[in-house]
Protein backbone atom coordinates (compact mmCIF):
# COMPACT_ATOMS: atom_id res chain seq x y z
CA UNK A 1 0.00 0.00 0.00
CA UNK A 2 1.32 3.38 -1.13
CA UNK A 3 2.12 6.11 1.83
CA UNK A 4 -0.23 8.77 1.75
CA UNK A 5 0.77 12.51 0.38
CA UNK A 6 0.36 15.90 2.14
CA UNK A 7 0.37 18.99 0.23
CA UNK A 8 2.31 21.59 2.05
CA UNK A 9 0.05 24.82 3.18
CA UNK A 10 1.95 27.52 4.06
CA UNK A 11 0.06 29.11 7.06
CA UNK A 12 -0.25 32.74 8.40
CA UNK A 13 2.03 35.24 7.46
CA UNK A 14 4.51 32.72 6.24
CA UNK A 15 6.30 32.52 2.85
CA UNK A 16 8.33 29.46 1.22
CA UNK A 17 11.16 30.22 -1.01
CA UNK A 18 13.20 28.65 -3.43
CA UNK A 19 16.40 30.03 -3.35
CA UNK A 20 18.52 30.99 -6.41
CA UNK A 21 21.03 28.33 -6.96
CA UNK A 22 24.69 29.83 -6.55
CA UNK A 23 26.81 29.55 -9.90
CA UNK A 24 30.62 29.48 -7.53
CA UNK A 25 32.10 32.24 -8.37
CA UNK A 26 30.56 35.89 -9.25
CA UNK A 27 32.26 38.73 -11.16
CA UNK A 28 31.75 42.10 -10.15
CA UNK A 29 30.37 44.85 -13.07
CA UNK A 30 33.85 45.92 -12.80
CA UNK A 31 34.88 42.91 -14.17
CA UNK A 32 36.60 41.14 -11.13
CA UNK A 33 36.51 37.44 -10.09
CA UNK A 34 34.51 37.10 -6.53
CA UNK A 35 35.27 33.62 -5.58
CA UNK A 36 32.65 31.14 -4.01
CA UNK A 37 34.09 31.08 -1.26
CA UNK A 38 34.37 34.41 -0.31
CA UNK A 39 31.70 35.37 2.40
CA UNK A 40 29.44 38.22 2.46
CA UNK A 41 27.99 38.79 5.97
CA UNK A 42 25.66 41.35 4.27
CA UNK A 43 24.27 40.18 1.15
CA UNK A 44 20.94 39.31 0.30
CA UNK A 45 20.21 37.02 -2.17
CA UNK A 46 17.43 36.54 -4.74
CA UNK A 47 14.74 33.27 -4.43
CA UNK A 48 11.66 32.30 -6.43
CA UNK A 49 8.19 32.03 -4.09
CA UNK A 50 6.87 28.38 -3.55
CA UNK A 51 4.11 29.23 -1.47
CA UNK A 52 2.49 31.37 0.81
CA UNK A 53 -0.16 31.57 3.96
CA UNK A 54 -3.45 33.02 3.74
CA UNK A 55 -2.73 36.41 5.60
CA UNK A 56 0.59 37.52 2.63
CA UNK A 57 -0.61 40.03 0.86
CA UNK A 58 2.24 41.67 -1.05
CA UNK A 59 3.75 38.54 -2.80
CA UNK A 60 2.34 35.97 -4.99
CA UNK A 61 3.85 32.46 -6.07
CA UNK A 62 6.30 32.55 -9.28
CA UNK A 63 7.56 36.05 -7.85
CA UNK A 64 11.12 36.71 -7.09
CA UNK A 65 12.04 38.14 -3.84
CA UNK A 66 15.19 40.03 -1.89
CA UNK A 67 15.82 38.32 1.49
CA UNK A 68 18.73 38.46 3.98
CA UNK A 69 20.28 34.94 3.66
CA UNK A 70 20.51 34.43 7.56
CA UNK A 71 16.99 35.59 8.08
CA UNK A 72 15.60 31.96 7.24
CA UNK A 73 14.53 28.72 8.23
CA UNK A 74 15.44 25.78 6.20
CA UNK A 75 13.34 23.18 5.52
CA UNK A 76 14.07 20.19 2.95
CA UNK A 77 11.27 18.69 0.99
CA UNK A 78 11.78 15.76 -1.48
CA UNK A 79 15.57 16.36 -1.91
CA UNK A 80 15.27 20.28 -2.40
CA UNK A 81 16.02 23.05 -0.02
CA UNK A 82 13.41 25.45 0.49
CA UNK A 83 13.20 28.70 2.47
CA UNK A 84 10.85 29.65 4.85
CA UNK A 85 10.43 33.58 5.94
CA UNK A 86 7.87 36.13 7.09
CA UNK A 87 6.46 38.11 4.77
CA UNK A 88 8.03 41.00 6.36
CA UNK A 89 11.59 39.56 6.46
CA UNK A 90 11.13 39.81 2.50
CA UNK A 91 13.37 43.21 1.30
CA UNK A 92 11.90 43.18 -2.08
CA UNK A 93 9.63 41.80 -4.66
CA UNK A 94 10.48 41.65 -8.67
CA UNK A 95 7.13 40.76 -10.63
CA UNK A 96 5.09 41.16 -13.93
CA UNK A 97 3.09 43.44 -12.34
CA UNK A 98 4.88 46.51 -10.65
CA UNK A 99 2.66 49.15 -8.60
CA UNK A 100 5.77 51.13 -7.05
CA UNK A 101 8.78 49.77 -8.96
CA UNK A 102 12.48 51.16 -9.13
CA UNK A 103 12.74 51.21 -12.65
CA UNK A 104 15.34 48.49 -12.48
CA UNK A 105 15.04 44.80 -13.62
CA UNK A 106 15.92 41.39 -13.49
Same mark, same amino acid.
Not at 28 to 44: D, F, H, K, M, W
Not at 82 to 95: G, M, P, T
Given at each position: ? =? *? $??????????? !???? $?????? +????? %????? $? =?????? &? @????????? !??? &?? @???????????? /?? /???????? %?????????? /????? =?? *? @?? +????????
Amino acid at each position: M =A *E $PKFEIQMLHDR !VMVR $PEKESG +ERRSS %GGIVI $P =ATAEQS &N @RLVWGEVCG !VGH &NV @RAVKVGDMVLYH /DE /DQFQVEVQ %GELYIVLRER /DLHAV =AN *E @RP +EYGTGLYL
